[in-house]
C-alpha cells in the first residue's frame, strides 16, 4: 500500500488509507514507541469492510514522520517527578493528529487509540470535540499516577529486553519477541511470526531510540485527565486486557468511571498486546460502537 505524507504546520507525518474515502472514517493512532505498521493490516481491511475510511499513521518522532532530531529528552526519573520538561506534550501531539484531520479533510471521526494513542485521543477528544464521533481507548489511562500503574517486575523485564544479543534486522526482532513476552498476557500464545515480521519492518522503515524518549517524555510529563474527563459527552468504548503488566486494568476501570455512559470491554488474560485470535472480536466491538454510539452507555462487559 502507498505511504503518503501529510504537513501539518512544522511536522510531517505519515500515514496509509484503507476503504472508501466515501465512507465514514476511523483514524488509528498507535502508542509510544511504535510505528503504525503495528496495526496489523487484517485488522484495518475489517474495519474498512464493515465500512469504514481507515487512516493509520506514524506520530511525530516515529517511523517515516518527522523526528526531532538532536533535541534531547529529560532523563525518565527526571521527566516522571516533573523535574524537567519534556520536548513536546502530548497536547501537542493531539494537535498534530487533528492537523491530519485538516489535510485530509476530515469533519469528524472515529478516533481509536492505543496506550499512548489513547492519551493523544483522550485529549484530541477534550480538546477540538466537534470533530470526534466516537472514541475507543485501549490499554490505556487517565493519566492518573494512581490508577494504570506499571508493574515494577514487568519494567525491570522491559528494561533488559531492550538489549539486543546480535546487530541488525535479526538483533531488532529478537528485542521485539523479548518485550513482547512480557506484554503479550497469559491467556493468548505469543504470536512470534508477528511480532519478527512488524519489527522487520520497522526497523526498514528506521528506529530512532531518541524519538522513543521524546515520546516517553511526554507521557511522563501528562496531566490526570480524570476531572475534565467528566465533562466528556463523545460516546467511548474502553478496551482493557485484564492481565496488561504496563497499564494495569486499574487504568482501563478509572476511565470506564470517569467518562459519562463509557462501556467497558475486559479481556481474561490479555496483555498489552493485540493478539491475532482477538482481531475479529475486537474490530466487531468498535465497528458496533460507531453504529450506535448515539445510544447510552450500556454498562461493562467481561469477554475472553
Not at 512544522?10 to 484503507?18: S, V
Request: proline letters at 6%.
Amino acid at each position: 500500500m502507498e505511504t503518503k505524507r501529510a504537513q501539518v504546520g512544522e511536522i510531517e507525518l505519515a500515514y496509509e488509507t484503507f476503504g472508501s474515502p466515501a465512507d465514514p472514517p476511523l483514524v488509528l493512532v498507535m502508542g509510544l514507541a511504535t510505528q503504525m505498521v503495528a496495526w496489523p493490516v487484517p485488522f484495518c481491511e475489517a474495519l474498512a469492510a464493515a465500512g469504514h475510511y481507515v487512516v493509520r499513521f506514524d506520530n511525530r518522532d516515529i517511523g517515516l514522520s518527522t523526528h526531532l532530531t538532536g533535541i534531547l529528552a529529560p532523563s525518565p526519573l527526571r521527566a516522571g517527578l516533573r523535574l524537567a520538561r519534556a520536548p513536546y506534550s502530548i497536547a501537542d501531539m493531539a494537535r498534530d493528529t487533528v492537523g491530519l484531520f485538516d489535510v485530509l479533510g476530515l469533519a469528524a471521526v472515529d478516533l481509536v487509540g492505543v496506550s499512548m494513542g489513547g492519551y493523544i485521543a483522550q485529549t484530541v477528544a477534550l480538546q477540538s470535540p466537534s470533530r470526534v464521533r466516537t472514541l475507543t481507548l485501549m490499554m490505556t489511562s487517565t493519566g492518573s499516577r494512581r490508577a494504570g500503574r506499571t508493574r515494577l517486575r514487568a519494567l525491570a523485564q522491559l528494561r533488559s529486553a531492550r538489549q539486543p544479543a546480535r546487530p541488525g534486522r535479526e538483533g531488532a526482532q529478537d528485542v521485539a519477541v523479548a518485550i513482547y513476552t512480557v506484554l503479550w498476557g497469559r491467556g493468548y500464545p505469543l504470536d512470534e511470526d508477528f511480532v519478527r515480521e512488524v519489527a522487520g519492518q520497522c526497523y526498514d522503515r528506521g528506529l530512532d531510540f531518541d524519538g522513543d524518549s521524546r515520546q516517553l517524555a511526554a507521557c511522563l510529563t501528562q496531566p490526570d485527565r480524570t476531572r475534565a474527563l467528566r465533562t466528556l459527552t463523545v460516546p467511548t468504548l474502553v478496551v482493557h486486557g485484564l492481565d496488561d503488566p504496563l497499564i494495569s486494568a486499574t487504568g482501563g476501570l478509572a476511565l470506564a468511571r470517569a467518562i459519562p455512559n463509557a462501556r467497558l470491554v475486559a479481556y481474561h488474560g490479555l496483555g498489552h498486546s493485540l493478539p491475532r485470535a482477538l482481531w475479529p472480536d475486537i474490530a466487531g466491538e468498535i465497528v458496533a460502537h460507531t453504529r450506535v454510539s448515539a445510544a447510552p452507555g450500556e454498562g461493562r462487559r467481561s469477554a475472553g
